[in-house]
């Protein structure tokens, strides 16, 4: 089993849908939840960050962590086509180890 | 100020050929690290620099497989005797602090073709 799964889609979502994006893992020593946007020939960046578990929300985006079942999920409501893009999860444990990136998923949201 | 900075966008080569890769990270940032995204095989880890040192070169996937960093700022990353199966996007990343804690920054990505 890989250290962090995640359905690579691709996901075809109509304008104004609510997408649900979700990754599990199997190390519980993971502490650092992230979220990643990539556009097409581009670097990911940054979306959303969480330390632990709980919920964070910013806009129209929610990050949920659930430690116990070791899944994650990232929320996206209102889509927009603009939010067509690949977006990986990633994982980290402290200030030992690297980050582990899940393989993507593909998401279009239609006009 | 400048993003993290990649050359070439994109490097066609023969088999058995030796690339350099090059990587400008944002000034200031300590922490560098090399990624390999192939098609559908998501981003892996090679190599990450603090400072001018690599104390994690574990994914690096063989010995043709060589970075440096000098100046504790611009990085290298040589690919030797290249075989088809290097293919991929070669993405640089800094932050920082070590990125567990931290953002990454990613720059655009050098694209390689081994033909």
């Known amino acids: 089993q890989k250290e962090v799964e995640q359905d690579p889609g691709p996901l075809s979502v109509p304008e104004g849908a609510i997408v649900s994006l979700n990754c599990t893992y199997s190390n519980s020593a993971f502490q650092y939840f992230m979220w990643y946007r990539q556009y097409s020939r581009k670097g990911p960046e940054l979306l959303m960050y969480t330390y632990s578990s709980g919920n964070k929300e910013d806009g129209r985006f929610t990050a949920q962590v659930d430690k116990s079942s070791k899944y994650i999920s990232l929320f996206i409501r209102d889509s927009q086509p603009s939010d067509s893009a690949t977006y990986l999860c990633?994982?980290?444990?402290?200030?030992?180890?690297?980050?582990?990136f899940g393989k993507g998923t593909k998401l279009s949201v239609k006009p | 100020g400048a993003g993290v900075s990649q050359s070439p966008s994109n490097k066609v080569t023969e088999k058995g050929k030796d690339v350099e890769l090059r990587c400008d990270p944002i000034s200031g940032h300590t922490a560098l690290y090399w990624y390999r995204q192939s098609l559908g095989q998501g981003l892996e880890f090679l190599i990450y620099?603090?400072?001018?040192?690599?104390?994690?070169k574990s994914g690096l996937p063989s010995d043709r497989f060589s970075a440096e960093r000098t100046g504790g700022s611009v990085s290298t990353l040589t690919i030797q005797r290249t075989q088809q199966e290097d293919s991929a996007v070669y993405l640089c990343?800094?932050?920082?602090?070590?990125?567990?804690?931290?953002?990454?920054?990613f720059g655009e990505g050098s694209r390689l073709t081994v033909l």
């Open positions: 990343a800094s932050s920082l602090v070590r990125a567990n804690t931290g953002e990454l920054f």
């Open positions: 990633a994982m980290g444990v402290g200030s030992q180890g690297n980050l582990i």
């Open positions: 620099f603090q400072g001018n040192s690599a104390p994690d």
